[in-house]
RNA sequence: GCCCGGGUGGCGAAAUGGCAAACGCGCUCGACUUAAAAUCGAGUCCUCGUAAGGGGUUGCGGGUUCGAGUCCCGCUCUGGGCACCA
């Protein structure tokens, strides 16, 4: 009985979810109180963006990840906190305040305006009271009594070192910034300058950090794994060489193989190290010199990288190795790290490749002091190595400890010198402390000031906090901070900046670097929990909330935020704001959103980028992008690879254009379905229409049966008490429940929990079922469909007369959709009473039989060879095997 | 070089060791329409065959198993991370 077509409402999207944004708005429906027992609590969040402009296709996928489990658990009675903010310091805001003018301030607060109106615009359910940007006064100031709380605590400190230098952005980066020797925002070369930084001491944690990887079973594998690399112990010893002929001068150099000790054959130490002023005799000194200059000359990428030359200079002074007196040459070399392990390496060409090589290339010594146990002991080296042998093996021409095995004799040789006084065990991490000094205006200001005399001093947290300066000139050189007029030297009073000192104030300047950005992206989380408070945190709430149970985001982060906002934590717990000392239980890295580059070479080799809608491309018949051409001049555009999608490439596609065609429904709907969480999608938007369409025929199955079903109870009874197309579905219902669950609680496989809902759709065929199961079919479908497409199903669940069905898991019921929970599921109603068990014989189908779920063991074994056609696929053969998988599977093995 | 992923139709992808290709896109045919769009129905891995039906197929080569896309060994291609780190 359907009703003509011009009397049911269409699926209008631009209509019925502002509705619901404005109700959700309205009732303050995901506000979430502090105060309720932690079992009944979840916390959800998803990484906070950058305010950049828009949203991305990377934001839609990650906050519709997000939100499909806050609404997912919350329809399980859950309250739910699912807070969301703005990481809103930063250096494109700067960019723009010198590309066009606009104040980094004003530039941001817009668009964070904009984004705003998108998220709800998307409909994701944010408890928006708790919204915050980081460059808010609330919320930086804060920052600065942390840091002064960590200052306190001896995990601040200041330090003149070498730092990576972005040529580019004028400014000093962490090493987890400089990719490939460049700049991660900008692509510029990173040269090493010397330079007073401001230091946290995240090397302090370094122990922790990696122990507690190994307790952290809610995170990817992958990412711990390379924060393990990261964070880079390795076990060693430090061992002292005297300086021959500088009595009491002695170099340390740093090892993990004390084992290869008596093959020494040269050392090798860093250009930069200091001792060399003191050892390196007048004639060779101009040589040295000249080697330091050249390196000094070069990027750490190009001295170091991967294609780098080895590069060696001879010293003039040997060294005495401790072991057996041997008088080796100290050799300066490029590849040397200064200030890892202890800036000198003793070399062991035969049982190291980066030694052999140089050996080699320079015509130095290679002895051999590990024999191959797989090539026999005879107690003799090989004749000559054509390569380092780096293997486990037995020790020879090293004395006492010749006929040992080599894993063995490592801590064997570092007793036998710690005894003597000239060795220690030692322990040296790759992870470096984190220096967070950026020479840029628009972040948060570090509080220290600098007295004439007495140097750097703390501000007090009276005296907090510092802001920025709004009359600020950019030019895009420096720090327009340094270059204000009086914002440095003059004080919250406006009068002069002093310090006090025992001598009376002292005139003061304030420090003009600003923090990086990854300061604040490391505590926003523990924040929160407690936006409102007037301290930093309140730390019932942080530990009411703490660990966040599911945190969501891109797999880039692996090593910067992530790590830094497990060192932050711990910080914050020993400065007394927490005592949770893991922030995320559980950790879901979405892949990234990809698309192709389009782009042309230009000024000074770097690349001019084309957005998506400024090319025409040529496809080849597997839909790869085989040429383009630019829609303005019609010429060739370069195809690059692959890449993630992001603003500086321009291979961005808006997400606003599919949420104003198809709705944000479709938009959230086909994110999900394109591919599992955790894959890299590359876009193309061919599938929405499929999307678009299953929404459709959803909403106009219901409204075409809605009048017919309104007085109608959705069916709630056993399988087995109805008959034909209606037992099907029941069962159906049952199974799709099921795997929603599954999907919600194990693996948040969406896409497939959508797959299974379409399933069900496709058979809720009106005229073949009685109107208590199609009811009940359209309620389970509008539930387990409402955490992703939350618009359509709270319409449709108000259509269909908001009534329950299924009983809820739990929460508590009523006539709204969330409260009428998440379907449960009957195992029992799914199975059918007959098993249709396909007959298997060499791997192949042979036959297929249906017996009764109730046959088990020997009487299901005799069945299943009684049945005709098993004795014809049988045949005259003798059966040697039989296997029969109870509701699964028959296997036939003939003779 | 080392450490992680991944390789399944034309495409996005499914598959607790148990009937490979569910679900969707695209495509083909049909219905409705003056027409188009929208919508609905049927079909769509390859191959032999008019058909019924047969054979083959998850990057390559081995192995374990009654049974392997799935587990093990070796290779290969590919994405990502780390890297003269002593």
């Given at each position: 009985?359907?009703?003509?077509?011009?009397?049911?409402?269409?699926?209008?999207?631009?209509?019925?979810?502002?509705?619901?944004?404005?109700?959700?708005?309205?009732?303050?429906?995901?506000?979430?109180?502090?105060?309720?027992?932690?079992e009944?609590?979840?916390?959800?969040?998803?990484?906070?963006?950058?305010?950049?402009?828009?949203?991305?296709?990377?934001?839609?996928?990650?906050?519709?990840?997000?939100?499909?489990?806050?609404?997912?658990?919350?329809?399980?009675?859950?309250?739910?906190?699912?807070?969301?903010?703005?990481?809103?310091?930063?250096l494109?805001?700067?960019?723009?305040?010198?590309?066009?003018?606009a104040?980094?301030k004003?530039?941001?607060?817009d668009?964070?305006?904009?984004?705003?109106?998108?998220?709800?615009?998307m409909?994701?359910?944010?408890?928006?009271?708790?919204?915050?940007?980081?460059?808010?006064?609330?919320?930086?100031?804060?920052?600065?009594?942390?840091?002064?709380?960590?200052?306190?605590?001896?995990?601040?400190?200041?330090?003149?070192?070498?730092?990576?230098?972005?040529?580019?952005?004028?400014?000093?980066?962490?090493?987890?910034?400089?990719?490939?020797?460049?700049?991660?925002?900008?692509g510029?070369?990173?040269?090493?300058?010397?330079?007073?930084?401001?230091?946290?001491?995240?090397?302090?944690?370094?122990?922790?950090?990696?122990?507690?990887?190994?307790?952290?079973?809610?995170?990817?594998?992958?990412?711990?794994?390379?924060?393990?690399?990261?964070?880079?112990?390795?076990?060693?010893?430090?061992?002292?060489?005297?300086?021959?002929?500088?009595?009491?001068?002695?170099?340390?150099?740093?090892?993990?193989?004390?084992?290869?000790?008596?093959?020494?054959?040269?050392?090798?130490?860093?250009?930069?190290?200091?001792?060399?002023?003191?050892?390196?005799?007048a004639?060779h000194?101009?040589a040295?010199?000249?080697?330091?200059?050249?390196?000094?000359?070069?990027?750490?990428?190009?001295?170091?990288?991967?294609?780098?030359?080895?590069?060696?200079c001879?010293?003039?002074a040997?060294?005495?190795?401790?072991?057996?007196?041997?008088?080796?040459?100290?050799?300066?070399?490029?590849?040397?790290?200064?200030?890892?392990?202890?800036?000198?390496?003793?070399?062991?060409?035969?049982?190291?490749?980066?030694?052999?090589?140089?050996?080699?290339?320079?015509?130095?010594?290679?002895?051999?002091?590990?024999?191959?146990?797989?090539?026999?002991?005879?107690?003799?080296?090989?004749?000559?190595l054509?390569?380092?042998?780096?293997?486990?093996?037995?020790?020879?021409?090293?004395?006492?400890?010749?006929?040992?095995?080599?894993?063995?004799?490592?801590?064997?040789?570092?007793?036998?010198?710690?005894?003597?006084?000239?060795?220690?065990?030692?322990?040296?991490?790759?992870?470096?402390?984190?220096?967070?000094?950026?020479?840029?205006?628009?972040g948060?200001?570090?509080?220290?000031?600098?007295?004439?005399?007495?140097?750097?001093?703390?501000?007090?947290?009276?005296?907090?906090?510092?802001?920025?300066?709004?009359?600020?000139?950019?030019?895009?050189?420096?720090?327009?901070?340094?270059?204000?007029?009086?914002?440095?030297?003059?004080?919250?009073?406006?009068?002069p900046?002093?310090?006090?000192?025992?001598?009376?104030?002292?005139?003061?300047?304030?420090?003009?670097?600003?923090?990086?950005?990854?300061?604040?992206?490391?505590?926003?989380?523990?924040?929160?929990?407690?936006?409102?408070?007037?301290?930093?945190?309140?730390?019932?709430?942080?530990?009411?909330?703490?660990p966040?149970?599911?945190?969501?985001?891109?797999?880039?982060?692996?090593?910067?935020?992530?790590?830094?906002?497990?060192?932050?934590q711990?910080?914050?717990?020993?400065?007394?704001?927490?005592?949770?000392?893991?922030?995320?239980?559980?950790?879901?890295?979405?892949?990234?959103?990809?698309?192709?580059?389009?782009?042309?070479?230009?000024?000074g080799?770097k690349?001019?980028?084309?957005?998506?809608?400024?090319?025409?491309?040529?496809?080849?018949?597997?839909?790869?992008?085989?040429?383009?051409?630019?829609?303005?001049?019609?010429?060739?555009?370069?195809?690059?690879?692959?890449?993630?999608?992001?603003?500086?490439?321009?291979?961005?596609?808006?997400?606003q254009?599919?949420?104003?065609?198809?709705?944000?429904?479709t938009?959230?709907?086909?994110?999900?379905?394109?591919?599992?969480?955790?894959?890299?999608?590359?876009?193309?938007?061919?599938?929405?229409?499929?999307?678009?369409?299953?929404?459709?025929?959803?909403?106009?199955?219901?409204?075409?049966?809605?009048?017919?079903?309104?007085?109608?109870?959705?069916?709630?009874?056993?399988?087995?008490?109805?008959?034909?197309?209606?037992?099907?579905?029941?069962?159906?219902?049952?199974?799709?429940?099921?795997?929603?669950?599954d999907?919600?609680?194990?693996?948040?496989?969406?896409?497939?929990?959508?797959?299974?809902?379409?399933?069900l759709?496709?058979?809720?065929?009106?005229?073949?079922?009685?109107?208590?199961?199609?009811?009940?079919?359209?309620?389970?479908?509008?539930?387990?469909?409402?955490?992703?497409?939350?618009?359509?199903?709270?319409?449709?669940?108000?259509?269909?007369g908001?009534?329950?069905?299924?009983?809820?898991?739990?929460?508590?019921?009523?006539?709204?959709?969330?409260?009428?929970?998440?379907?449960?599921?009957?195992?029992?109603?799914?199975?059918?009473?007959?098993?249709?068990?396909?007959?298997?014989?060499?791997?192949?189908?042979?036959?297929?039989?249906?017996?009764?779920?109730?046959?088990?063991?020997?009487?299901?074994?005799?069945?299943?060879?009684?049945?005709?056609?098993?004795?014809?696929?049988?045949?005259?053969?003798?059966?040697?095997?039989?296997?029969?998988?109870?509701?699964?599977?028959?296997?036939?093995?003939?003779?």
């Amino acid at each position: 009985m359907n009703l003509p077509a011009t009397e049911i409402r269409p699926y209008d999207p631009a209509a019925i979810e502002p509705k619901w944004q404005a109700r959700w708005n309205d009732t303050r429906a995901h506000e979430v109180r502090d105060d309720l027992p932690r079992e009944q609590c979840y916390y959800v969040l998803e990484m906070f963006p950058y305010p950049s402009g828009k949203l991305h296709m990377g934001h839609v996928r990650n906050y519709s990840i997000g939100d499909a489990v806050a609404r997912y658990k919350r329809m399980r009675g859950f309250h739910v906190l699912h807070p969301m903010g703005w990481d809103s310091f930063g250096l494109p805001a700067e960019q723009a305040a010198i590309e066009r003018g606009a104040h980094p301030k004003k530039w941001t607060y817009d668009n964070i305006a904009y984004m705003r109106s998108q998220l709800k615009r998307m409909g994701f359910s944010y408890a928006w009271s708790r919204e915050f940007a980081c460059s808010d006064p609330g919320y930086s100031a804060r920052e600065q009594d942390i840091f002064l709380d960590l200052v306190e605590k001896g995990l601040v400190y200041r330090k003149s070192s070498m730092v990576n230098w972005s040529t580019g952005l004028n400014t000093v980066l962490a090493n987890e910034q400089v990719i490939d020797g460049k700049c991660w925002r900008t692509g510029m070369p990173v040269i090493q300058k010397e330079l007073p930084q401001w230091c946290v001491r995240i090397t302090h944690y370094a122990q922790e950090l990696l122990t507690a990887t190994y307790d952290l079973p809610g995170w990817p594998d992958a990412v711990l794994v390379q924060q393990r690399n990261w964070i880079g112990k390795s076990e060693g010893a430090e061992i002292d060489f005297p300086v021959d002929g500088h009595p009491g001068e002695k170099l340390t150099v740093f090892t993990t193989r004390p084992d290869t000790l008596f093959g020494v054959t040269f050392m090798s130490i860093a250009p930069e190290h200091a001792a060399l002023e003191r050892i390196v005799p007048a004639s060779h000194r101009a040589a040295v010199d000249a080697f330091r200059a050249e390196v000094k000359k070069v990027t750490t990428h190009d001295r170091m990288g991967e294609n780098a030359e080895k590069k060696g200079c001879f010293s003039g002074a040997h060294v005495i190795n401790p072991a057996n007196g041997d008088k080796v040459p100290l050799w300066l070399a490029n590849f040397v790290v200064a200030d890892y392990g202890t800036g000198a390496v003793m070399a062991v060409p035969a049982h190291d490749t980066r030694d052999f090589e140089f050996a080699r290339a320079y015509g130095i010594a290679v002895k051999q002091v590990i024999i191959d146990d797989a090539k026999g002991v005879d107690g003799k080296p090989q004749s000559a190595l054509d390569e380092a042998f780096i293997e486990v093996g037995t020790l020879v021409a090293s004395s006492q400890f010749d006929g040992q095995r080599s894993d063995s004799a490592k801590s064997a040789i570092t007793q036998w010198l710690a005894a003597r006084g000239v060795a220690r065990a030692t322990t040296t991490w790759r992870l470096r402390d984190w220096g967070i000094s950026r020479q840029r205006y628009w972040g948060n200001p570090i509080p220290f000031v600098y007295g004439e005399r007495s140097g750097a001093v703390p501000l007090r947290k009276q005296d907090l906090p510092v802001t920025l300066p709004d009359d600020v000139a950019f030019d895009g050189v420096g720090n327009p901070l340094e270059k204000h007029p009086s914002w440095a030297t003059t004080g919250n009073d406006g009068k002069p900046l002093t310090v006090r000192t025992a001598q009376g104030p002292e005139a003061a300047r304030r420090e003009t670097d600003t923090m990086d950005t990854f300061m604040e992206s490391s505590w926003y989380f523990a924040r929160f929990t407690c936006a409102d408070a007037a301290k930093p945190l309140d730390r019932a709430r942080v530990d009411h909330w703490l660990p966040v149970d599911l945190y969501i985001g891109g797999i880039e982060h692996a090593v910067l935020h992530l790590l830094y906002a497990r060192f932050f934590q711990k910080a914050l717990c020993d400065v007394g704001y927490s005592s949770r000392r893991e922030p995320f239980k559980r950790l879901l890295c979405q892949g990234m959103v990809t698309m192709e580059t389009y782009s042309r070479p230009g000024e000074g080799g770097k690349p001019v980028w084309f957005y998506p809608d400024e090319v025409e491309v040529e496809k080849d018949p597997k839909g790869k992008v085989v040429s383009a051409k630019s829609k303005a001049d019609r010429r060739d555009v370069v195809v690059g690879r692959v890449e993630k999608m992001s603003k500086s490439k321009r291979n961005t596609v808006d997400p606003q254009l599919l949420i104003d065609r198809y709705g944000a429904d479709t938009a959230r709907l086909f994110v999900l379905f394109a591919a599992p969480p955790e894959r890299d999608l590359e876009w193309n938007e061919d599938g929405v229409i499929g999307q678009h369409r299953f929404l459709k025929r959803l909403w106009t199955l219901v409204q075409e049966q809605k009048q017919r079903l309104a007085a109608v109870a959705p069916y709630a009874g056993a399988a087995k008490d109805v008959a034909g197309a209606d037992q099907a579905v029941v069962r159906k219902i049952h199974a799709t429940i099921k795997r929603a669950t599954d999907a919600m609680e194990k693996d948040f496989s969406f896409n497939t929990t959508i797959a299974a809902c379409m399933e069900l759709s496709n058979e809720l065929k009106p005229e073949a079922l009685s109107p208590p199961v199609l009811k009940q079919g359209l309620n389970t479908l509008v539930r387990l469909l409402a955490p992703m497409v939350p618009h359509i199903c709270h319409e449709l669940w108000e259509d269909l007369g908001g009534s329950i069905g299924i009983s809820a898991a739990s929460g508590p019921s009523g006539g709204d959709l969330t409260a009428a929970g998440w379907p449960s599921y009957d195992e029992t109603q799914i199975q059918t009473d007959d098993v249709d068990y396909p007959v298997q014989m060499q791997g192949k189908v042979r036959a297929r039989i249906s017996l009764p779920r109730a046959l088990t063991g020997p009487a299901l074994d005799a069945a299943v060879l009684a049945h005709p056609d098993v004795v014809a696929v049988i045949g005259d053969r003798p059966v040697r095997k039989l296997i029969v998988v109870h509701g699964k599977i028959v296997n036939l093995v003939l003779g």
